[in-house]
């Protein structure tokens, strides 16, 4: 009997080790972002399709970290404290914190309030951003400039707070309200 019980324990062993790695298999694939359907062909990356238009962005980057507008012209900054939501177009807590930060925006000019699109393919996010109807500028980050340069957490999304070029807060969480962001904001520049 002992001998049975030690090749049953064995066998439930290989079983849960095999259903875990299935699992950790099957949820990479599904949490992976998206290749285009041209760039699977090997025609064109998504990363080369044509970005719609946006809004133009306020300056040459955000926190003093100089990137390119996305789908718009860079303008000339005007001295307010900047708020940076840090997203990704795949990125499903993201896409419901985004209406937040426009509308956040539109109810809060004397801040600068503007996106960082955190992947390589700035096609993807500029579409994104379009199907959303969301107005908010965002920046264009390919390669991990802006996060690794404040050393953000490795997660999105992330708010950054920046009174000139001083980072004053940071939030690495998804906010569900325009008035739960105002609230980190102003806690952020009263510190």
């Excluded at 962005?57 to 708020?83: M, N, Q, R, S, Y």
């Excluded at 177009?89 to 801040?111: I, K, Q, S, T």
């Amino acid at each position: 009997m002992t001998r049975q019980l030690l090749w049953m324990t064995a066998a439930g062993v290989l079983a849960t080790i095999a259903v875990v790695a299935g699992a950790v298999f099957l949820l990479r694939e599904v949490n992976a972002p998206q290749e285009s359907a041209e760039g699977a062909g090997g025609e064109a990356s998504a990363s080369d399709a044509e970005i719609v238009a946006r809004p133009d962005c306020p300056g040459d980057g955000a926190g003093g970290i100089d990137l390119a507008c996305l789908g718009g012209e860079t303008g000339t900054g005007k001295g307010k404290p900047t708020v940076v939501n840090v997203w990704a177009w795949w990125c499903g807590p993201c896409r419901d914190e985004l209406p937040h930060f426009d509308e956040f925006a539109a109810e809060h000019p004397e801040y600068e309030v503007v996106g960082v699109h955190a992947d390589a393919n700035p096609a993807n996010g500029a579409a994104m951003l379009t199907e959303l109807g969301i107005e908010l500028p965002s920046y264009q980050d390919d390669d991990n400039t802006f996060a690794g340069t404040l050393g953000l957490p490795g997660v999105i999304p992330v708010t950054v707070v920046f009174d000139g070029d001083e980072q004053v807060g940071m939030y690495a969480k998804p906010f569900t309200s325009a008035d739960e962001i105002n609230d980190a904001v102003t806690e952020a520049l009263a510190r």
